[in-house]
């Protein structure tokens, strides 16, 4: 549920923002992506039980990720220009979300073990070349988008419970941060294929 317009009332009509709009407004489907859709999805279901999400009544925390970052807005409607998407590093691959009109506030990350060790590493070995510029080996990227493909169909057949570790905060007090951040997924858009 949103409104019509800038200055327009609620909707009459409700709308879905599925996985494949988001792969569209992000630019391509990614594990990012997938864990964010995932772990929003799960929670936005707790705020809102009867399935009706208003986007005008949340605020979150999100790392600069950009898939953390364009999923986030896309599905809850909270922005940094108004002071209702807080931009935290220290929340890592994960979020915390706030319904404002009751202070329900839920956070929510992948279980412990969940992410591959072994892409982890290849992330960051590629990562590091590129900051180096050492030359990224094409190779690598091959490898980590098959890892990173594999482990996206792998959570997104799996029940949330299995494989998303959800916390109900109390009292939880929103503060408003914005952090800047280089923007890292572009670092490798003219390595050969």
């Given at each position: 549920m949103d409104t019509e317009s800038a200055l327009g009332r609620y909707a009459l009509k409700t709308k879905e923002i599925t996985l494949k709009d988001l792969a569209l407004i992000h630019g391509h489907l990614c594990?990012?992506?997938?864990?964010?859709?995932?772990?929003?999805?799960?929670?936005?279901?707790?705020?809102?039980?009867?399935?009706?999400?208003d986007r005008t009544d949340l605020r979150a925390v999100s790392k600069n990720g950009p898939c953390w970052v364009d999923a986030i807005s896309t599905l809850t409607g909270t922005r940094t220009n108004f002071g209702t998407l807080s931009i935290q590093p220290e929340i890592g691959d994960g979020f915390i979300i706030q319904r404002i009109s009751t202070g329900e506030s839920y956070s929510v990350h992948l279980k412990n073990g969940l992410f591959p060790k072994e892409l982890t590493e290849l992330e960051n070995k590629i990562r590091k070349a590129g900051a180096e510029k050492t030359g990224v080996n094409p190779e690598d990227i091959d490898k980590v988008e098959k890892m990173a493909n594999n482990l996206s169909r792998k959570l997104l057949n799996s029940m949330p419970e299995e494989i998303l570790d959800i916390k109900k905060i109390d009292k939880y007090k929103f503060e408003f941060k914005f952090e800047t951040a280089k923007r890292g997924d572009i670092i490798n858009k003219d390595v050969s294929r």
């Open positions: 594990d990012g992506l997938v864990i964010s859709y995932i772990q929003i999805k799960a929670v936005l279901e707790k705020l809102f039980p009867d399935g009706i999400v």
